[in-house]
């Protein structure tokens, strides 16, 4: 992984796109910055009502400190990154979870700025190891579960909030007991989220988080000025508070939080994990997924490894400062790439702008209601959920994808974010299983005597296969063999098993096989083994998708080990083509293995009826001529004057596929004839002939065979049927496989 960063440095800001980005970084810190501030106050008013002015800063310090680490070393042009609601809801939840422990609110403080470290630390321990590529294909209804749940979560946490009600209420107690309600802060949270709401549809010059807060701070002004408490800033529940952004204040009260770490317990270091996990795939998702989309914008690729790696150093740093984590944020992304946003310089000046934003308008920020932000993060939230899954409920098809959907909210929500984590895991690999196991992985099956090799043999020969090939069947397998569908392949070929003399599995088009699915082919040899019957396995591929070499992964689990009772072929045709021969009864070695005494034309089935007066006659007029194995007999387009007879060795036949690629089509064997085809309608070639193996063969020329013509008439005419109707009965048999095949 490169952790270049592209256009940082002094050429960082400069170029033609700096307008651009001027704007798209400013647009994107009118957007960041109010959500930032609310996400900061929702985490620490979990603590206790008056720690609202210090989640303000951490607000503050996360977009800072993400939006320019982030930007710098990301793999994302234009992402613009800070904190967000997962965060929002993962440590709201842990530090309500401590503050019902009893735990020193220094300690909560001191807890949830390590947990944001170690979530980050694990970003880049998923960037390094390549986990980046991976979280993008997490099923849509487990990310969809994710957001919805995350999205209540946001809800239910502010309704208190919104309502004004005591800090240590729940939203359930809050929301069925008006009494508690302070009417002031529902007005002030009412206003905000009526016009964030109807913002966008009167404007998009002005990001409707702006014009929320804006409306939310008027109302509150309006309602102080009948209410003398509400123009004091000290004790003000209704507020953020004063808050103090000099860096020398902030720094030394982070370094104060850092001091207490000697106080904090082994066990309680250890729960950090889990919570630092989950915390760290939500915010993982939620950066890849806005890359994503992203991407479709703009028409470009990010590199997700690179971009998790910047991700985790930017919430380590953001963290280690007392900063809220974060992620890529996709209203703020979209908000600047509408500006002008052009390259990541646009996420340093969010950064920069930010920071600047926050030390000007500090005065401004301790006067903004905790309602209005509340009713912010209300809307977030509803945006959050995701209405698409309802949709599913209408076809039988996708009942159990929104069944996903609403178990991972279900469990998000009455017991937790990091359960959800591990039941949207677990949905995953069932939504894999599911779609496995909707489709076969026997992708067609058929028997030797309805498809043979591209051996060409007798006539008498394909009459005993005809008979015979029965006894052996071809099963093409597709797709995954694992756990999921091992069974279901056994359960196909249970009879085939107990009846067939030769199984071919051909693997050409399966993508994986695990240990489960090895062990089941390593049964099946077993079980054919029993009765004398034999396992052949095809296309073996030393390159499968996942990076498995299938052969040495076979080989590993034992399914190799006795080569009498499994065999493996480079090819099926090598296969079909063995077994034929044993079908036949044919010798198994392969010929380029035995010395072959050539054929003479009396022992040829196409001249085994004629006299041995006009065998020698018609021998004198072929040329006998030798070819090494390899060696090209003919190729395509050349005149077809002559025809050939094999004495010994073998020929294939390629047939041109364009771009300089050829194709395996047809082989030739003793006592057979090629060339015949174009001989007879006096055509150029249409494919190459190479010999396979030293190869002898007779040719009879054109001219030598008008002679022959005028002469022997009868026996021009014999040969000439003769070749006519095995050609006939070629392409009768190729037609039959042919349509065959159509039927699959």
Known sequence: MSLSAKGVGFKLFGGKQAPGDLWGGLAAMLVALPAS??????????????????????????????????????????????????????????????????????????????LGCIAGLIQILLGFV??????????????????????????????????????????????????????????????????????????????????????????YFVLAIDAPELRVITDNALIVGPVDISPQAYFSSVAARWKEIGELRLGQIAALFGSALTLAVLLSIDTLKTCVVLDQLTRTRHDPNRELFAQGLANVTASAVGGIPGAGTMGATIVSLTSG??????????????????????????WIPVSALAGLLIVIGIRMIDRE??????????????????????????????AASAVGVAMAIILFVREQLGGSVVRHKVYVNQVSSTWHRPEAEMRVLAQKGDQAVIVELQGSLFFGTTQQLYADLEHELRSRQYVILDLKRVQSVDVT???????????????????????LREN?????????????????????????????????????????????????????????????????????????ELETRMETRQYKAGETIYVRGQPGDEIFWIRRGAVFIFAPMGAG????????????????????????????????????????????????????????????????????????????ELAMLQEY
């Open 130 to 219: 390549g986990v980046g590529r991976l979280i993008k294909y997490i099923p849509y209804p487990v990310v969809s579960g994710y957001l919805s749940g995350v999205g209540l979560i946001i809800i239910g946490s502010q309704i208190p909030r919104f309502a004004g009600a005591p800090a240590d209420a729940s939203w359930w107690n809050t929301l069925f007991d008006p009494l508690s309600w302070d009417w002031r802060a529902v007005a002030i949270g009412s206003a905000t989220i009526a016009v964030a709401l109807l913002a966008p549809k009167i404007t998009q010059k002005v990001p409707s988080t702006i014009l929320g807060v804006l409306a939310g701070v008027l109302t």
């Open 544 to 616: 499968l998708p996942n990076g498995r070499n299938l052969r040495e992964f076979l080989t590993q689990t034992g399914l190799m080990d006795n080569e009498e009772t499994v065999r493996t072929f480079p090819n099926l045709d090598r296969a079909i083509a063995w077994v034929e021969d044993r079908l036949l009864g044919e010798s198994i070695t392969a010929p380029s293995e035995v010395e072959e005494v050539p054929m003479q034309l009396a022992e040829m089935e196409l001249f085994s009826k004629r006299k041995d007066e006009t065998l020698k």
């Open 517 to 539: 699915a090895a062990h089941m082919l390593n049964q099946m040899r077993d079980a054919l083994a029993e009765r004398g019957a034999l396992l052949l396995l095809s296309n």
């Open 37 to 114: 501030i609310a996400f900061g106050v929702t985490v620490y008013s979990a603590i206790g009502p008056f720690h609202a002015a210090y989640g303000a800063l951490a607000g503050i310090v996360g977009a800072t400190a993400i939006g320019l680490v982030a930007s710098i070393f990301g793999g994302t042009d234009r992402l613009i990154s800070a904190p967000c609601a997962p965060a929002a809801a993962v440590l709201s939840a842990f530090a309500i979870e401590l503050v019902s422990q009893g735990v020193p609110s220094a300690i909560i403080v001191l807890l949830m700025i390590m």
């Open 389 to 418: 899954p309802l949709r599913f409920i209408e076809s039988r098809a996708t009942v159990f994808d929104f069944a996903v959907v609403a178990a991972v909210v279900i469990v998000a929500l009455t017991i937790g974010l990091i």
């Open 341 to 366: 946003a052009q390259t990541r310089a646009t996420g340093v000046l969010e950064g920069i702008f930010t920071l600047i934003a926050s030390l000007i308008l500090g005065s401004f920020i301790a």
């Open 661 to 736: 690629r050829t194709r395996h089509v047809a082989a030739f064997g003793r006592g057979d004839f090629f060339g015949g085809l174009a001989f007879l309608d006096g055509q150029p070639r249409g494919n190459d002939a190479i010999a396979n193996s030293d190869t002898e063969v007779y040719v009879l020329s054109r001219e030598q065979f008008n002679q022959i013509a005028e002469s022997h008439k009868k026996l021009a005419n014999t040969l000439i049927l003769a070749m006519a109707r095995t050609l006939a009965l070629r392409l009768r048999h190729a037609d039959s």
